[in-house]
């Protein structure tokens, strides 16, 4: 495993202040929502497809928010994050946004991989009937990794489309 890249994170006080309170409030939000689906007769309204999406976008958006609020803590007490002559600085609303955007970014992953999985389970011919609540915690479980490692997650996908675009290219060459 290689090692993050340490850089200074620029952030005014007020952005610091909102992105802790968005991520605690992500953290609950995300956690009530996870664990509702575990409450029988709770989500009974939904169908299992539903109830993967909505268990999968809160499983992702926790695991997200643990990382995320990790990484900014750890910036605050390593003083790798300042907030001097941030005020109106281009890198400090890009920062702002690099760590807003993550939890709305595994969601958008998790939902590729409910989508995904429920693909390959209609294309390799499984019986639907059977996956109903399995299907479920599996999303979930491993949406919860796809937030938490969000970021990996974007470079794997980048190379994996630049490798896709690469065959498609040259096949069209032939």
């Keep these: 495993m290689t090692e993050p890249i340490q850089r200074t994170l620029y952030l005014t006080t007020a952005q610091t202040k909102v992105l802790f309170v968005y991520y605690f409030s992500t953290i609950v939000a995300s956690f009530v929502s996870a ?8 989500l009974s309204k939904f169908d299992y497809i539903e109830m993967a999406l909505i268990g999968s976008s809160a499983m992702a958006c926790l695991g997200s928010s643990i990382f995320y609020i990790r990484k900014l803590y750890k910036a605050v007490l390593s003083d790798s994050l300042t907030t001097e002559n941030t005020k109106g600085q281009l890198k400090a609303t890009a920062t702002f946004v690099y760590f807003f955007a993550r939890p709305i970014f595994s969601v958008a992953f998790s939902l590729l991989l409910v989508i995904g999985t429920k693909s390959g389970l209609i294309l390799s011919g499984a019986h639907q ?4 609540y399995g299907f479920v915690q599996l999303t ?7 937030g938490f490692l969000s970021g990996r997650f974007i470079r794997q996908l980048e190379t994996l489309g630049e490798r896709m675009l690469d065959r498609i290219s040259n096949s069209e060459q032939k």
């Design 35 to 42: 664990s509702a689906i575990f409450i029988p007769g709770r």
């Design 129 to 132: 009937e059977g996956l109903n």
């Design 140 to 146: 979930m479980f491993f949406s919860f990794f796809i």
